[in-house]
């Protein structure tokens, strides 16, 4: 546990936590709602957004207003983007596959056992699903979460303290990906039935772990026959075409290459 860690710097961690919670809700936040966001005691949150305000992470235009991103944290989510080549690479390709299948394309990575909108592509013609960078959606019982937890390792997949049910999801999903190539949870596996997704996985050398492309949108107009036979096969060409460019292997094979 990070608590009996004596390298773990906790105000850090504290810190860290308030400039997620701006990630996470997408809006400006008061004390108030950055503290019931993130759990911690409103005089911490004073001391915290403090120093973040000091150093340029929040800005506070207005006294005993809410605090928004400031130009630190803004230049620090621009420098992590072009940090990683293949977001930019990939961008209009996405956009072609939102616009050709008609659904919300992402790109998610995994935190804390969710899996996080990190880019979102809509189709020109209209709002999919009203979803925005940042928006969280479970590990457990989403396709995004069942193409992650598939292309793990065995130790890292460990690490997630897997129960049977847990295992099980995993096991389906590392089938899918060897049969086809990309993920669907079946209507018995989903967390809930009002959205249909596909995910693929791709392997990021620099994070040493997998992240998930996914399309998708309300079960009423995508249907599971047209994610698998349609939308599905669409995304693994388009993440294949990513592997080819960068020349990376698909991410089964580069997780079980890893050290």
Same mark, same amino acid.
């Given at each position: 546990m990070v608590a009996a860690d004596r390298k773990f710097a906790? @105000?850090?961690a504290r810190g860290l936590s308030v400039l997620? /919670?701006?990630? %996470?809700?997408?809006?400006?936040? %008061?004390? /108030?709602?950055?503290?019931? /966001? @993130?759990?911690?005691?409103?005089?911490t949150v004073s001391r915290l957004t403090y120093t973040l305000c000091t150093?340029?992470?929040?800005?506070?235009?207005?006294?005993?207003? $809410?605090?928004? $991103?400031g130009p630190a944290a803004v230049m620090l989510g @621009?420098?992590?983007?072009l940090s990683v080549p293949f977001f930019q690479s990939i961008s209009a390709p996405m956009q072609r596959l939102a616009e050709e299948t008609g659904t919300l394309c @992402?790109?998610?990575?995994?935190?804390?056992?969710?899996?996080?909108?990190? #880019? %979102?592509?809509? $189709?020109?013609?209209?709002t999919v699903l009203r979803v925005r960078d940042g928006h969280r959606i479970p590990l457990m019982g989403t396709s995004s979460g069942q193409a992650w937890i598939a292309a793990l390792t065995q130790k890292q997949f460990e690490t997630l303290d897997p129960d049977p049910q847990? #295992? &099980?999801f995993r096991e389906s999903g590392h089938m899918q990906l060897l049969r086809r190539g990309f993920t669907v949870a079946t209507r018995a596996e989903?967390?809930?039935?009002?959205v249909n997704a596909v995910g693929v996985p791709y392997?990021? *050398? &620099?994070?040493?772990? *997998?992240v998930v492309f996914s399309c998708g949108g309300p079960a009423g107009r995508l249907t599971e026959t047209e994610l698998e036979n349609e939308t599905g096969p669409a995304l693994r060409e388009v993440v294949q075409a990513l592997e080819r460019q960068t020349g990376q292997p698909p991410a089964l094979i580069a997780g079980s290459r890893k050290t």
């Open positions: 906790n @105000t850090l997620q /919670a701006f990630a %996470t809700s997408g809006e400006a936040l %008061t004390h /108030a709602g950055i503290a019931r /966001a @993130t759990g911690l005691p409103k005089p150093l340029g992470y929040l800005s506070q235009p207005e006294r005993n207003g $809410p605090f928004f $991103p @621009t420098a992590s983007g @992402t790109i998610l990575l995994a935190h804390d056992r969710e899996m996080v909108l990190t #880019r %979102t592509w809509q $189709p020109s013609a209209g847990l #295992r &099980a989903r967390s809930g039935g009002q392997f990021v *050398p &620099a994070f040493g772990l *997998p």
